[in-house]
């Protein structure tokens, strides 16, 4: 099996019970999770050797952030300790029209005060295959956004195959200063992975007339932008999932992809799905992407992987998907009949 490495913030996350706004909640449901947290998870669940670094607080908070890695084989021997506290995040999960609300509570958090003397890079990325890292690192900090271009380099240096999940988030910084960072750290990635909005703000580029409020996929406006994504990156993959907002309870939910190398582009099947928690959709199906591509499938079964795990991961609470392969394999070959299975 593959060694891959993620390196990101873990949070604590306190959700509303059921389906409650917080104004009628007297109590929260605890969770971890984060980006590449979540993509390590995943990963450990498949069979592979998954790596998570980061850095938490020397506190029993931040130990239990990281038992809730072990419990699923992760890797946490990378796991610095310092700092003043672990990150929070608080969730209203929404249903029908109502969309959820997500207030954080993150500034000083270890990881967005960790330096380089934290970490070993050379160590952590020593026979690895594969490391991913998302929008949201760079974002937390100017200090984090620091560390992740120390560890691309590192990664780079040892032959690594880099992979990014664009991942934009409005409430930690504009559009402007993502674009500065992450068009910088584009030239160490090999696997470009986001949505249509990722697209757009972290670098620039929009996909033609889409608009995921209403369904309506321009799949043609994907395929050219991903074209110019490649001649100004050089990436070798270019991945969008595409998400069709029917409402917060119901998506559509497929995935498209362009290779550099073969010039072709190929959307996968489109799955309808009942939500029950859709965070972490995104981050599994990154992580059912990298999979496939590790296990040596071609790129349109691993996107074909990915977007299986990820329409699984919806129906599961909590921030990580924990279907096993066969789970997604399932899928894949046609069985999403949710038949009980004695």
Same mark, same amino acid.
């Given at each position: 099996?593959?060694?891959?490495?993620?390196?990101?913030?873990?949070?604590?996350?306190?959700?509303?019970?059921?389906?409650?706004?917080?104004?009628?909640?007297?109590?929260?449901?605890?969770?971890?999770?984060?980006?590449?947290?979540?993509?390590?998870?995943?990963?450990?669940?498949?069979?592979?050797?998954?790596?998570?670094?980061?850095?938490?607080?020397?506190?029993?908070?931040?130990?239990?952030?990281?038992?809730?890695?072990?419990?699923?084989?992760?890797?946490?021997?990378?796991?610095?300790?310092?700092?003043? $506290?672990?990150?929070?995040?608080?969730?209203?999960?929404?249903?029908?029209?109502? %969309?959820?609300?997500?207030?954080?509570? $993150?500034?000083?958090?270890?990881?967005?005060?960790?330096?380089?003397?934290?970490?070993?890079?050379?160590?952590?990325?020593?026979?690895?295959?594969?490391?991913?890292?998302?929008?949201?690192?760079?974002?937390?900090?100017?200090?984090?956004?620091?560390?992740?271009?120390?560890?691309?380099?590192?990664?780079?240096?040892?032959?690594?195959?880099?992979?990014?999940?664009?991942?934009?988030?409005?409430?930690?910084?504009?559009?402007?200063?993502?674009?500065?960072?992450?068009?910088?750290?584009?030239?160490?990635?090999?696997?470009?992975?986001?949505?249509?909005?990722?697209?757009?703000?972290?670098?620039?580029?929009?996909?033609?007339?889409?608009?995921?409020?209403?369904?309506?996929?321009? !799949?043609?406006?994907?395929?050219?932008?991903?074209?110019?994504?490649?001649?100004?990156?050089?990436?070798?993959?270019?991945?969008?999932?595409?998400?069709?907002?029917?409402?917060?309870?119901?998506?559509?939910?497929?995935?498209?992809?362009?290779? $550099?190398?073969?010039?072709?582009?190929?959307?996968?099947?489109?799955?309808?799905?009942?939500?029950?928690?859709?965070?972490?959709?995104?981050?599994?199906?990154? %992580?059912?992407?990298?999979?496939?591509?590790?296990?040596?499938?071609?790129?349109?079964?691993?996107?074909?992987?990915?977007?299986?795990?990820?329409? !699984?991961?919806?129906?599961?609470?909590?921030?990580?998907?924990?279907?096993? $392969?066969?789970?997604?394999?399932? !899928?894949?070959?046609?069985?999403?009949?949710?038949?009980?299975?004695?």
């Amino acid at each position: 099996m593959a060694k891959i490495v993620t390196m990101g913030e873990i949070m604590l996350r306190l959700s509303t019970p059921g389906f409650e706004k917080f104004i009628q909640a007297d109590q929260f449901d605890v969770n971890y999770g984060g980006g590449e947290a979540n993509v390590a998870v995943s990963l450990a669940n498949y069979g592979h050797d998954a790596s998570f670094v980061s850095k938490v607080p020397a506190n029993p908070i931040g130990e239990c952030a990281v038992a809730a890695l072990r419990k699923y084989n992760v890797e946490t021997k990378h796991v610095a300790r310092g700092g003043e $506290r672990l990150g929070i995040y608080y969730l209203e999960t929404g249903a029908s029209m109502r %969309a959820s609300n997500v207030v954080y509570d $993150r500034a000083h958090s270890s990881i967005s005060t960790a330096t380089a003397e934290d970490f070993d890079f050379d160590a952590i990325f020593e026979g690895a295959d594969w490391f991913h890292f998302t929008g949201i690192t760079p974002a937390v900090s100017d200090e984090a956004a620091v560390l992740t271009e120390l560890a691309c380099k590192a990664a780079k240096a040892h032959g690594v195959t880099v992979s990014v999940d664009l991942n934009f988030r409005k409430k930690l910084w504009s559009s402007e200063k993502a674009q500065k960072v992450m068009s910088n750290l584009m030239q160490y990635v090999d696997v470009c992975i986001g949505n249509e909005e990722d697209a757009e703000k972290v670098l620039g580029f929009k996909p033609g007339n889409t608009d995921v409020t209403s369904g309506d996929l321009e !799949l043609a406006g994907y395929e050219d932008i991903f074209k110019q994504m490649v001649e100004k990156f050089n990436f070798k993959y270019v991945i969008s999932s595409l998400r069709e907002s029917y409402s917060a309870s119901d998506n559509g939910w497929s995935a498209c992809i362009y290779s $550099r190398d073969t010039k072709e582009f190929y959307h996968s099947k489109k799955y309808n799905v009942r939500i029950v928690d859709r965070v972490g959709g995104g981050d599994s199906f990154a %992580a059912g992407v990298i999979c496939g591509f590790v296990d040596n499938k071609d790129f349109k079964a691993a996107l074909e992987f990915g977007v299986a795990a990820s329409a !699984l991961k919806h129906t599961i609470p909590g921030d990580f998907n924990l279907v096993s $392969r066969a789970d997604v394999d399932n !899928l894949v070959a046609g069985d999403g009949s949710g038949r009980v299975q004695r």
